[in-house]
T-cell receptor, first 113, second 112 residues
């Protein structure tokens, strides 16, 4: 089954403790990205990757890092999480940037206390 | 700023009604527009993708139209069912970038 898989689905952590949210897709997609969803603000892009080893900032990149060492995986790294990073996070992928249908993971609900 | 607006924010209809959800965008230089469905606690499910060169797309009971000149898209749902209850999101990709620019969604409730 074609899908985007995120882990974990739920995570509660403390301020400053490094964490990684994993994202994997099995559709051989070139383009992958991360979004966060907040009440009243909607979905906003954090980072994106055009293909392996090519990543760039989205609209709200502060406090986040990403890497794209292989095509299928695109982890989101929070080096020192803060409470304002409490949010619902989504990973997405598409065959190419912009022109094709985007597929989303099930989401990761992160709470930073 | 390239805004995407969805009206209404919430909608409640009885089962069987045909309904229209609206999406407007401020910049006509769009690459494509995609409609998604989001169920509580779940991810986004792609419903329809309309390329900038297209006027509409259909999938089952869903029909999405695109009018770039007026900056509008509509999602038409025929013969609504309780299972259609969800939040519907419109997202635009502009020629200036690759990010999906989302509206804040329309929360739909279809009552039996």
């Amino acid at each position: 089954e074609a899908q985007v898989t995120q882990n974990p689905r739920y995570l509660i952590t403390v301020t400053g403790k490094k964490l990684t949210v994993t994202c994997s897709q099995n559709m051989n997609h070139e383009y992958m990205s991360w979004y966060r969803q907040d009440p009243g603000l909607g979905l906003r892009q954090i980072y994106y990757s055009m293909n392996v080893e090519v990543t760039d900032k989205g609209d709200v990149p502060e406090g986040y890092k990403v890497s794209r060492k292989e095509k299928r995986n695109f982890p989101l790294i929070l080096e020192s999480p803060s409470p304002n990073q409490t949010s619902l996070y989504f990973c997405a992928s598409s065959l190419s940037a912009g022109s094709t249908e985007a597929f989303f993971g099930q989401g990761t609900r992160l709470t930073v206390v | 700023k390239q805004e995407v607006t969805q009206i209404p924010a919430a909608l409640s209809v009885p089962e069987g009604e045909n309904l229209v959800l609206n999406c407007s965008f401020t910049d006509s230089a769009i690459y494509n527009l995609q409609w998604f469905r989001q169920d509580p606690g779940k991810g986004l499910t792609s419903l329809l993708l309309i390329q900038s060169s297209q006027r509409e797309q259909t999938s089952g009971r869903l029909n999405a139209s695109l009018d770039k000149s007026s900056g509008r898209s509509t999602l038409y749902i025929a013969a609504s069912q309780p299972g259609d209850s969800a939040t519907y999101l419109c997202a635009v990709i502009y020629w200036s970038g690759y990010a999906l620019n989302f509206g804040k969604g329309t929360s739909l409730l279809v009552t039996p």
